[in-house]
């Protein structure tokens, strides 16, 4: 007998953008400047965590907008303003507390602030999403939702955090696993000891994929 398929489909691509895949319909979060130039088409849904540009991207939203005319974006105030008039109806404006149902999947958003990068630069708002009861993409952010997580989408390196602060982080949330984005910067003399210290002091099972490459959740 063959195993039942997976209900959720993970795809990593690069950087903090993710591909979700169900029963046909396509979700993808945060198709930012360092991702693939078409990490937005075919989607049907795309959500959107903050508007800094490794995370929003203008072009690759118009080209995943424009690929299909049924998709649609949920995503913050800061970046529903810069692509609502193009696209009247097809972009919706969340936050903090919010839920809704976007290509089969159910959301909820967590969060309402980007991380601190420094004392002297202004805080840009920040959500984070939860799909499916069960995986969870913090953006830029080390929030944590109120109730459980299975796949944690793990941000492990950025100019806003540090390696013991994302270790505590996972400690927080208890997933049952937890997954790198947020690693384009990440060289590859450098995973390894991510891969060694996450994976020993964060008390989860730890992974990463190479972009491209898909799991189930």
């Not at 937005?40 to 203008?58: K, M, Y």
């Not at 969870?136 to 929030?143: V, Y």
């Amino acid at each position: 007998m063959n195993p039942e398929p997976f209900a959720l489909t993970l795809t990593k691509k690069v950087h903090s953008c993710i591909r979700l895949e169900k029963a046909g319909r396509t979700l993808v979060i945060d198709p930012g400047g360092f991702s693939e130039q078409d990490a937005a088409v075919g989607a049907e849904a795309i959500l959107v965590t903050h508007e800094h540009p490794d995370h929003f991207d203008e072009e690759r939203l118009r080209a995943g907008l424009e690929a299909n005319p049924a998709a649609e974006i949920w995503t913050l105030r800061s970046v529903a303003g810069q692509l609502g008039a193009a696209f009247p109806g097809r972009v919706h404006t969340v936050g903090h507390g919010d839920t809704f149902t976007a290509a089969g999947f159910d959301v909820q958003v967590h969060g309402e602030l980007h991380a601190v990068i420094h004392p002297d630069i202004p805080r840009i708002t920040n959500i984070g999403f939860l799909v499916d009861d069960s995986l969870f993409h913090p953006g830029d952010a080390l929030t944590v939702p109120d109730r459980p997580v299975d796949t944690l989408m793990l941000p492990v390196m950025a100019p806003w955090n540090k390696i013991s602060e994302v270790i505590d982080y996972v400690r927080e949330v208890k997933p049952r696993r937890a997954i790198d984005i947020h690693d384009a910067l990440l060289t590859d003399l450098a995973r390894p000891i991510y891969d060694t210290q996450i994976g020993g002091l964060g008390g989860t099972d730890h992974g990463r994929l190479v972009p491209g490459d898909s799991m189930g959740v």
